[in-house]
Structures are given as structure tokens and as C-alpha cells.
């Protein structure tokens, strides 16, 4: 994707957002404007109130109350006194392009007369919040914020220049005033913020423990089981959120540890690696001892043994208890604000002493959990971390992954996911899941992959023979073709696919199948060459591609 699809899919999550959560509150005015004009007046009110929500941490119902905009609003569209953190916030939004010249000045204006008290040129709005303006005024060490938010990149040069000018003048004899660039990143920043997993603290007991200060701090000793089963029930998936994988549930490994806690428990500690935990910090009671001590764990992670917790749970969800002799040895590392990505480099080194597929190691990768927040502010499910407890409406990194490739226009990418799909992992992860890779991308490209896979699928039942064949094995070059010739199609930044898109593309993806099926079989019926072996073979697939590409030319000059 190019940086303009990417402002376009951060807007059009942004825009959404503002209907569902601020419409119900900010209604249109009653002005005889056309339905256009309206929805753009609601959508720049709402990115006011937004942005209030946002700096002061308050509701939406909170700061829809802060909207002032309309006639006379004299260039300020929304007023907040945070009384907490002692901060008067004017906002002045543009749900589009940054504001111009003229659109600043009449804001730079607007604080210049709220600073003065003429607070005659406001409008009724205003009158409403007037108190709170006057207070915060007469408010000792108050800073007034002056916020520019809208749906565009960055605020031209002029417009920067005017607001330090208007901030070295309001700063002469005091430091009362600062302003702010709301871009479209900061923006569609706090939508993805919101779902972000917090951090979670835990207590733990340890036994017999030793603890190591250099380089960092380190404690190790034993746990009883029961109490990481009591942790599972209480925080579930949040206790791996650090781990490369889930529990993934009844595998056999995953069952002879059951097995060993039911009927072995003094054993556990001799038949298991133990658990490696990860915490920003840790912290011990003053009064502690070696022999048994409660540690507080603060940012608490289990980064290798999460299949160990979640069989010794499933043990204690199936008895209702664990034995006190089942116990493990437990390694707690303090790896604080990790600046040193110590904790992703902990997590990948105890997780390569055994057998591990390359997809978990993406679970490392922090373009996975921007992915997952942008996924979920359009209330889509993105499952990058393998578990057991599998959301069915969810996307998974392997579907994500295919999909990917397939759109990817690159014929060697294509045809490695028929070939080997592991190499999606092993060579092409950098490619196809790079920072230039939305979630709204994501998303749309999956659902572009399963309705056509379902077309392609029904054609396959239908047809007989060779087209059997072809219609199973050659999915992905039809997908590689309709991408390199409609690339707009592919590329709205809407997720969900409309009636119009469905339409197109079923239309286009039997076309260009018929196309495919037509020059390939002209090529390699005389080679007894099946099309399983052909569309695994590079050789075979990049010519193919370009008579294929060739041909479409000449049926749209035709046209």
C-alpha cells in the first residue's frame, strides 16, 4: 500500500468511529443544508468532541456537552476546562484536508478574544460554557492548549508559523499557552490504543528461591501448580500475552503434562522444563524469606511454558483441585521498560529449544499487534497468536498470510503459497506483513480471498476433468492476475465488500479464470503436465502470467 491508501483506510476507520459513538449525541443542526453538507458538519463536531474525550479522558456523552461550533463560534469549535490536570482545551476540527491560512487565523483570533474576556463574540454555545472559561482564567499556573484536528496529514508551514507566533505572543510574561498538531496519526492513534491488551500484575508465591542482581534481576524456585491453575482462571490468554503462542489445547505433550499432575505430581518438578516469566517490575515484602515468599509482579507474562499452565488447568477444571505436591521451577525476569527489547529476545531464545513453527515467531513482531487494534476498531477478530480456543468469526495470521501472497503481485510469493506455504514465514514474512500493511488492508484482502475462494470452489464441483483440476490448483494465479489489473477494486478502504464489489468481483474472477484456463491449456496440454506441478513451478508461471497478462490487453483493446 502507498502512504495515500494508508490515510485513507486510518480516515475511513476514523469517520466510522465518529458515527457509532458520537452521532447519537451530536445531532445535525437546523440548517437547510443538502444531506452532504450535514453529515460533514456532524463529522467535524464529533472529531471536537473526540479530541476532548481523548485529552481529558472523559466520556463521549462528556465531551459532546463541549461542542460550541455553529454561527459566531469565532473560529473554536470546542471548549473543555480539565479542572484535574488544570488545562483549558480549545479545539477547532476539520473533518478533511488540514486547515488553511484562513481557518487558523480565525482560531488564532478566537483564543486571542477568549484570552481577553470579549467573550461577546461567541456565540450561545458559548454562554453555556462561559463559567467554565472564566474559571479556568482566574486559575493560577492554567495552561490554555489550542488543538488543530483533522483528517490529514500535517498542517502546512504557514499555518505552523502563525500558531508559534500566536504562542510566543500569549507567552510573553508567562508560559500559559502551547498548541497542538492532532493529525490524522495521533488520531486514528487513539483508536487503536483503545485495544490495546493492558498489562496485567499478579502475585505469586515462590519456595526455596535464589535470585541473581546482574544484569538484570532474576529470582527462580518453585510454584505450586495449583496456583498457576488459580492464575489461568483468573486471567485466561492475558497471562501469554508476551508468548509467541496460547495454550493450544489436547496435544499430546499437552496431555502427558495433565497426566503427570494427576497421577504424578511429586514428579512434575523432574519431568518439566519449568516457566519462564516476564514483569517490568518486581517487587518483594520487606519481611521476606527464602523458604516462601509472596512476589508482587507487576506487567506479568509467561513467555515460555503457557502449554504447562494451561494442561495443569485443565487438570484443575476437570478434579476441581491439584495436588500441593505438584510444584515446577519458575524463572521471573525484571526487564523493566525494555529498551533493549530484552523481553522479546528472552521470549524468542527459550522458545527455540524446541521444536516451534516459524508462524509463532510472528507473535514477536510488533506489526502484528498494531494489526490486531486496527482489525478490532472495525470490530474484526485478528488471531496472530495460535490458541485453542479458536474464534470461528476471527481471522487468523495463516488466512492473513495466503491472502497476502495472493495480492501481493509478486509471481514468486504466489507461487511459494502453493508450493510451500511455510515459506510465507521463512522468506516473504518481511514483504508481506511490512509496516506499509494496514489492518483495514488486512482485512479487506482476506475478505476479497474468501468470497472469490468460494466461487472458485463451486466452480470446481461443477467442472470435470482438467478444468477440475485447474479450478483446485490454480486459485492463487487467477487472484495474482485480478490484483495486478484492479488494483482500485482491491484497494478501498472500506473492509467490508458491498453488493457493487461482489458483483465485480465475481464477474471479473470468472473472466480472467476463463482466460487463464483457456492459454494454459493451449501451453501444456500436449506436456501431459498436471496443473498441480504447473503452478508450483516458476518456470511454468511467470510466462504464463505474462501471455495471460497479454491476452486480457487484447481482449480490452477489442472492447
Not at 521 to 533: C, M, P, R, T
Amino acid at each position: 500500500m502507498n502512504k495515500k491508501q494508508i490515510l485513507n483506510s486510518q480516515k475511513s476507520q476514523v469517520i466510522e468511529a465518529l458515527k457509532q459513538d458520537y452521532f447519537p449525541m451530536i445531532p445535525q443542526l437546523p440548517r437547510n443544508w443538502p444531506p452532504e453538507q450535514h453529515e460533514k458538519n456532524r463529522l467535524s463536531r464529533s472529531l471536537a468532541a473526540f479530541a476532548i474525550a481523548n485529552l481529558a479522558d472523559i466520556t463521549p456523552a462528556q465531551a459532546a456537552n463541549s461542542i460550541i461550533n455553529g454561527e459566531n463560534d469565532n473560529g473554536i469549535d470546542a471548549i473543555y476546562f480539565d479542572r484535574m490536570k488544570n488545562l483549558l482545551l480549545l479545539v477547532q476540527a476539520k473533518a478533511g484536508n488540514a486547515p488553511n491560512m484562513g481557518d487558523n487565523k480565525k482560531f488564532c483570533d478566537g483564543i486571542r478574544d477568549l484570552v481577553d474576556r470579549r467573550f461577546q463574540k461567541f456565540n450561545d454555545g458559548f454562554t453555556r460554557l462561559q463559567q467554565d472559561v472564566e474559571d479556568a482564567l482566574n486559575t493560577n499556573g492554567v495552561k490554555i492548549v489550542g488543538c488543530n484536528i483533522y483528517l490529514d496529514e500535517s498542517l502546512s508551514s504557514h499555518v505552523i508559523a502563525d500558531l508559534n507566533q500566536l504562542e510566543t505572543e500569549l507567552n510573553q510574561f508567562d508560559r500559559r499557552f502551547e498548541w497542538q498538531d492532532l493529525n490524522i496519526g495521533i488520531t486514528h492513534g487513539w483508536l487503536t490504543a483503545k485495544q490495546a491488551i493492558a498489562p496485567i500484575d499478579v502475585v505469586l508465591t515462590l519456595e526455596n528461591w535464589h535470585c541473581l542482581d546482574r544484569p538484570r534481576r532474576a529470582f527462580y524456585g518453585l510454584v505450586k501448580a495449583s496456583e498457576l491453575a488459580s492464575l489461568y482462571q483468573q486471567h485466561n490468554k492475558s497471562l501469554f500475552e508476551k508468548n509467541i503462542r496460547y495454550y493450544l489445547g489436547a496435544e499430546d505433550v499437552n496431555l502427558a503434562i495433565a497426566e503427570t499432575v494427576k497421577e504424578q505430581p511429586s514428579e512434575l518438578f523432574y519431568l518439566n522444563n519449568g516457566l519462564t516469566i516476564t514483569c517490568s517490575v518486581i517487587s518483594l515484602p520487606s519481611g521476606h524469606k527464602q523458604e516462601s515468599t509472596q512476589f508482587t509482579l507487576k506487567g506479568f507474562s509467561v513467555v515460555n511454558g503457557a502449554q504447562t499452565v494451561g494442561a495443569i488447568a485443565s487438570v484443575y477444571n476437570a478434579n476441581g483441585s491439584i495436588s500441593a505436591d505438584a510444584k515446577l521451577l519458575v524463572t521471573i525476569i525484571e526487564v523493566g521498560t525494555e529498551t533493549d527489547n530484552i523481553g522479546e529476545k528472552i521470549t524468542g531464545a527459550r522458545n527455540t529449544q524446541n521444536a516451534v513453527r516459524d508462524v509463532y515467531f510472528a507473535a514477536l513482531d510488533p506489526n502484528q499487534e498494531r494489526l490486531r487494534q486496527e482489525c478490532m476498531v472495525s470490530n474484526i477478530i485478528y488471531e496472530y497468536r495460535p490458541s485453542a480456543e479458536r474464534n470461528q468469526d476471527a481471522i487468523t495470521i495463516e488466512q492473513a498470510a495466503v491472502a497476502l501472497a495472493c495480492f501481493s503481485g509478486d509471481t514468486e510469493i504466489v507461487v511459494a503459497a502453493k508450493r510451500e506455504i511455510s515459506q510465507l514465514y521463512k522468506r516473504y514474512y518481511g514483504i508481506l506483513f511490512s509496516d506499509a500493511i494496514s489492518g483495514v488492508t488486512l482485512c479487506r484482502y482476506v475478505r476479497i480471498f474468501q468470497y472469490l475462494d468460494e466461487i472458485f470452489s463451486a466452480s470446481e464441483q461443477a467442472a470435470t476433468g482438467q478444468q477440475k483440476k485447474f479450478y483446485k490448483h490454480g486459485r492463487f494465479f487467477i487472484l495474482d492476475i485480478l490484483a495486478r489489473r484492479y488494483k482500485p477494486l482491491l484497494n478501498k478502504h472500506e473492509v467490508d465488500l458491498s453488493e457493487d464489489d461482489k458483483i465485480q468481483l465475481s464477474r471479473i474472477g470468472i473472466e480472467i479464470a476463463e482466460v487463464v484456463y483457456t492459454v494454459a491449456e493451449s501451453n501444456f496440454a500436449s506436456d501431459n503436465k498436471g496443473y498441480l506441478a504447473i503452478f508450483r513451478n516458476i518456470t511454468d508461471v511467470k510466462p504464463l502470467t505474462s501471455e495471460v497478462m497479454q491476452e486480457l490487453d487484447r481482449r480490452d483493446a477489442q472492447a
